[in-house]
């Protein structure tokens, strides 16, 4: 047993390390949503570079970290995109499997509630999208104070019971998985974002933060909501042919099919990329992938990647990422992350 160990280690450590590669292509997985910009990026890196183009995986967020976060060695990925950062339940995983990384900002994305352009289009609060899609919210039939409140399973059936002003149709929302980091922010930003607009809510947060945490940010389950799994473009052609359907997904997907589709205003602003980018558009979150430091010396290309991505030819202002959609970070933290990929900067959580 233990030589069949030693041999093991050695056929590792021969794969990692040696000048034979056992891999000659980056692999990446992760978030559907920076999919679509890590692609482009790996097909200008595959025809502008030596390296062959990194091969893209879209499997949402929570499941690239899992992968990312499962071991070292050439059957596991070398980069992770995530819609969101890693949570430190994650990191604290990838450091049991001997995981350091290096954390990249790519830029921003907001979040969008769209329908059909054959429909009317939406204008919507946060706290009427909580109300449309928590599980629970309190009860219509009775007066909520900030101190008393009846929480009940949510009883709204059309998105006229919410508020006389919305379309007297049935609430169909299609979103994305519970592997998605775009359901995560949409759950933290736009239900709790609603959730907190009662009192009373707001004011469980100190009190019980658990309680608080399932209220405010549980989406139904009772036929209102349908994951509707990582494909965003499936997505758009399902709201294309069912214009009683509302559709979440990240900005960069509305502006690629805008011909087809509309995205919903939120508290009285379009999500445009003006409005996401000055941070006045409530639904928005920053995107990123993360580098699996130990790969970097044993997988030809993973750096030279991730300097092609942070490159101001691709995430910069005039970038062609931007052409797709991306939100450019500030000047100043374009560098901040230039420099992070140069110097493969550890990522420390505590």
Not at 151 to 162: A, C, E, H, R
Request: glycine residues 8%; charged residues 25%.
């Amino acid at each position: 047993m233990y030589m069949r160990k030693v041999l093991t280690g050695l056929v590792m450590m021969a794969a990692m390390g040696g000048s034979a590669f056992a891999r000659d292509q980056v692999q990446v997985v992760g978030s559907s949503t920076v999919f679509p910009f890590s692609t482009v990026v790996a097909e200008q890196f595959g025809r502008s570079s030596n390296f062959k183009t990194p091969v893209i995986e879209s499997t949402g967020s929570g499941g690239g970290l899992k992968l990312f976060c499962s071991g070292i060695g050439l059957n596991h990925p070398d980069i992770t995109n995530a819609s969101r950062r890693i949570k430190k339940s994650e990191f604290d995983n990838c450091a049991k499997n001997g995981i350091d990384m290096t954390e990249v900002v790519i830029g921003f994305d907001g979040i969008v509630l769209a329908n059909s352009r054959k429909a009317p289009a939406m204008s919507l609060t946060l706290k009427q999208i909580y109300l449309a899609l928590a599980a629970k919210v309190p009860n219509p039939k009775k007066e909520c104070s900030a101190d008393s409140c009846e929480i009940i399973d949510n009883p709204y059936t059309k998105w006229s019971d919410v508020d006389p002003s919305l379309p007297n149709v049935k609430i169909e929302v299609l979103g994305p998985p519970p592997t998605s980091g775009t359901r995560d922010a949409f759950q933290e930003l736009a239900l709790e974002g609603g959730a907190k607009k009662f009192a009373y809510i707001k004011n469980m947060k100190k009190k019980d933060k658990k309680a608080y945490r399932a209220i405010a940010r549980t989406v139904r389950e009772d036929g209102a909501w349908i994951d509707a799994g990582e494909n965003d473009n499936l997505m758009v052609q399902k709201l294309a042919a069912n214009k009683n359907a509302v559709g979440v997904f990240g900005f960069s997907f509305l502006d690629q099919n805008s011909d087809t589709i509309q995205g919903a205003m939120v508290d009285g602003l379009e999500p445009s990329f003006d409005n996401i980018a000055e941070g006045k558009y409530n639904i928005s979150r920053s995107l990123y992938f993360y580098i699996k430091l130990a790969h970097v010396n044993s997988v030809p290309g993973i750096k030279e990647f991730a300097e092609a991505f942070t490159s101001e030819n691709a995430f910069g202002p005039e970038g062609y990422l931007v052409e797709r959609g991306l939100i450019p970070l500030p000047e100043s933290e374009r560098i901040k992350m230039r420099k992070a990929v140069k110097s493969l900067t550890k990522l420390e959580m505590n």
